[in-house]
């Protein structure tokens, strides 16, 4: 398990809410290394072996190939990227046993598994205990780590509320990983060559 999957997994385990999963569809670099290997290895033979293209050129037209390659590659690897989904369900129940007063139950939050997700309004349900809506709406932090509930109850009786939230990676975050996986698939493949 690499050292980013192995923080996912800890901060999944370290928060506590009800339920976390994460869609974790990433394909390995190396699925990328032997796909854009095998495609790299055949467009420098052809620049190579190519009478049409002059000497002088032949590395302005590699450079040129071997940049499309890595537009291909990081095209696709944001994409896997963007499609990455962690679902964080959270319950918070208030129950008052008397009548009088108001108890204060505080705030619960479904939180990012890590500073790398967030999410959005559109993207949290606040739900019953029987998962059907529930008219009290959870609110998001302002950065999007969490969705929290704040719960009261001035009557005896009950309340319960399942905030559950669906994190996708910050666009920030993506650019990054994507410049990083890309350096190292070309790196590799072009020490390879």
Not at 34 to 62: C, L, T, W
Not at 108 to 132: I, Q, R
Request: proline share 5%.
């Amino acid at each position: 398990m690499g050292r980013f999957a192995s923080a996912i997994l800890l901060a999944l385990l370290s928060t506590a809410p009800l339920s976390a999963a994460a869609n974790t569809s990433l394909k390995p670099l190396d699925y990328y290394f032997v796909k854009f290997k095998g495609e790299h290895d055949v467009m420098r033979d052809a620049i190579k072996n190519d009478p049409s293209i002059p000497s002088s050129q032949k590395p302005i037209v590699y450079k040129e190939r071997f940049e499309e390659l890595q537009g291909r590659f990081r095209a696709e690897r944001s994409t896997e990227y963007a499609s990455q989904r962690a679902i964080v369900v959270q319950d918070h129940s208030c129950t008052k046993g008397y009548s009088g007063g108001t108890k204060k139950c505080g705030t619960k939050c479904a939180s990012a598994p890590s500073p790398e997700w967030f999410t959005e309004a559109s993207m949290v349900e606040s739900l019953m205990e029987d998962n059907t809506p529930n008219k009290r709406k959870a609110t998001i932090e302002p950065n999007g780590s969490a969705a929290c509930i704040y719960l009261q109850r001035s009557s005896k009786g009950r309340t319960f509320v399942r905030v559950k939230a669906t994190f996708k990676y910050r666009p920030d975050f993506i650019l990054r990983a994507v410049d990083a996986d890309n350096t190292a698939v070309f790196k590799k493949i072009v020490t390879d060559i």
